[in-house]
């Protein structure tokens, strides 16, 4: 006959037994039968080969040695609570550290949001937001010095994960009050002879927004040229000129630098993108972070497309001007 082993239900019903004081409450509080209890207190005297408590009638008192075995039971127990501790840890992160990389718009603005609102839920975790242009953030996600990065994308990204989230088209941005800002929609002829800031050379946007003007044998009026979209909205809100640019960013300086934003045909694409290290397995960490930075993405794009901020506003000043 096989000798029967102690098991947790044992110990359980054990604990229950001391902490009430009677068969009938420990079963109440475990919620099980008092027969139940009485046949595991039996099991386990039998397992343990002494007595656990001495009965008198219907009262139960600890023996010596029922009384020494609690005492192993609560260290246990305790042990028990400090593995779920440890767990609770585990699973909130706790002391965990995120580095994450992004252009300094995208930086200072959208990811700052996502970091605030992951924050919440995962207040334990450190974030490091390294900030810096399109080659640094590219070299620090390759290298593996960031855990991820947030990457407004106009073409490939070679030698590292590229996980695309949001596709959208570049919008017109113009200054409060110019001319272009009565239209609904800008075409490249609109921008005949306009001053207008570009990206810089090296920008594969800046190359696919020359491809569609020369198309269009349109020529513009190129005074200044900047490698970030914050810069050129800046030099749009002072009144250098008009530009291209992805309607995120526009949306950014829309109420800081004074500009005014018009959908543009034809499309310019750009996509937001999640980039992780090359051939690198994702930590639970850096999955979640993901999760959440999707998510506010996407809410942040269904907003932007629900606020149609000044194209309505434009198309209703240009009806209410046509004479009836």
Known sequence: MATQRMGLRHIEAFRAVMMTGSMTAAARSVHTSQPHISRLIAQLEAITQFALFDRNGSRLTPTLDGARFFQEVEKT??????????????????????????????????????????????????????????????????????????AM?????????????????????????????????????????????????????????????????????????????????ALVGAGLGVSLINPLAAREEYEVNGVEMRPFSPAVPVSVALLYPPAHTRTRLVTVFSRHARALMLEEMADLRARPPAARRARARHDRDIPR
């Open 77 to 150: 127990f305790l042990g028990l609570a400090g593995l779920e501790s440890a767990a609770a840890g585990i699973r909130s992160f706790s002391a965990s550290r995120l580095s994450v990389a992004a252009m300094p718009r995208l930086a200072g603005g959208l990811l700052a949001r996502i970091v605030a609102q992951f924050k919440l839920e995962y207040p334990d975790v450190m974030v490091s937001i390294h900030s810096g242009n399109a080659s640094t953030v590219h070299n620090w996600i390759s290298s593996g010095f960031c855990d991820l990065g947030l």
């Open 153 to 233: 994308l106009s073409g490939d990204a070679p030698g590292i994960q590229v996980e695309p989230v949001l596709a959208m088209n570049c919008v017109a941005v113009m200054p409060r009050g110019h001319r272009l800002a009565r239209l609904a929609r800008i075409k490249p002829a609109d921008f005949a002879g306009e001053p207008f800031v570009a990206f810089t050379s090296t920008t594969p946007l800046r190359e696919r927004i020359d491809a569609v003007f020369a198309k269009a044998r349109v020529e513009r009026q190129v005074v200044a040229e900047a490698g970030l979209g914050a810069s050129i909205c």
